[in-house]
Every structure is written in C-alpha cells, then in structure tokens.
C-alpha cells in the first residue's frame, strides 16, 4: 500500500505530466525527478530550472493552497535538508565578523519598492524562498540582465545575516548541492523576516 508520500509525489508527477504534455524537455526531467528523486536531493531539484520549481513559487507567491498541498512532500524534504544544510553551515562558519553581508538582484515593482521605502526601519516578511549571493557582482549582473516591462524597475537587496540568532528560519550556502553550482549561492526559507535599515535604488 502507497505512502502518503508515495501518494502525493504521484499526484505531483501527475499534474507535472499534464501541464507539460509535448515539451520533450520537461518530459525528460519528469522521467529523471521518477527515477532519481530522493529527500536528500530536495535542494538539487528546487534550483534546477523546471516546471517543478516554477509551481512552487507561484504557489507561494500567491499563496495558493491548492499547488502547495499538491508539494507538500516536496515542501517537507526542502525544509528538512535545508534545516539540517543550517546546522552544518553555523558549525563551519569562521568569520571575524559574524554578520553574513549577502545580496540579491532581482526586478520589484515600482509600487512595492514605494512601499518598502515607505517602512524603513519596520520588519519585511518573504512568503518564498530567497536565493541569495555572497557574491555582490553575481547579484548585480543578474538585477542588470532581467528585462524590465511596464511598472517594474530593478533593484538590489543587501541582507544582513547575523550568524549568532538562534530560532531562526534556516539558511545556508548551497553552492554544492544547487544545480547552479556557479552562484554563490544562499537559500533562505520561506516566511524568513528581516528589518528594512535603507533604501537606495540606482541600477
């Protein structure tokens, strides 16, 4: 008899079959995520580009119940190897300073960054999971490359991380485990909340 997660990963490739009938690519992928998937490849599959990733956040980014009970497996298996990946990351870390200076590039609408410039010194909330860079110029490069469209405007996100907090949402260098192992790349879990200290926006 089916697992419940059994059940709920053949649910998943299900829906993934349907939307993505007659792309040869993602038909492949959907073949590689049956054979292959795992709980400790959980990482490995969020940062590889497919449909897989792509429903997660728009189930996120709207908050939409129905795609999220549809991962819940998947949400799980990410939470725990990204907790654990926390725990081996603070173990490691050396650092004369213990704040993590990280950065993300990305396109915001015109009317959210009003509004975050508005609430300076007030606390922000991400309902998705960050990617995130060390590196300060992978950051720019990728808010520089995204194309802009009506009411959209680039903009630079600089997270100050103080390693010593206890109890907070897990994060960790992902580097070795993403599918894009050349990002320097950080993962923070969702629903992560930070404090808004500046705004400055001039890409």
């Not at 050349?182 to 808004?196: D, K, N």
């Amino acid at each position: 008899m089916p697992t419940n997660k059994e059940k709920a990963k053949k649910e998943l490739l299900e829906v993934w079959s349907t939307e993505c009938h007659g792309n040869h690519r993602e038909e492949r992928i959907i073949k590689q995520f049956y054979k292959t998937y795992k709980s400790q490849k959980a990482i490995y599959w969020y940062t590889r580009e497919s449909f897989l990733y792509r429903i997660l956040n728009k189930g996120l980014r709207e908050a939409d119940l129905d795609i999220l009970f549809g991962l819940r497996f998947f949400l799980v298996d990410l939470h725990n190897q990204l907790k654990e990946e926390h725990e081996k990351y603070l173990r490691l870390f050396v650092s004369s300073d213990p704040i993590l200076h990280v950065y993300r590039g990305q396109a915001i609408a015109v009317e959210e960054l009003n509004m975050i410039r508005e609430n300076q010194g007030q606390l922000i909330s991400f309902n998705n999971f960050l990617s995130i860079s060390t590196n300060h110029n992978i950051a720019i490069s990728f808010a520089k490359s995204v194309t802009l469209t009506e009411g959209l405007t680039r903009i630079l996100f600089k997270f100050n991380i103080d390693t010593r907090l206890q109890g907070v949402k897990p994060y960790a260098d992902i580097s070795k485990l993403s599918a894009v192992s050349t990002e320097a790349e950080i993962l923070v879990m969702m629903g992560s909340i930070f404090r808004i200290e500046d705004v400055n926006c001039d890409l």
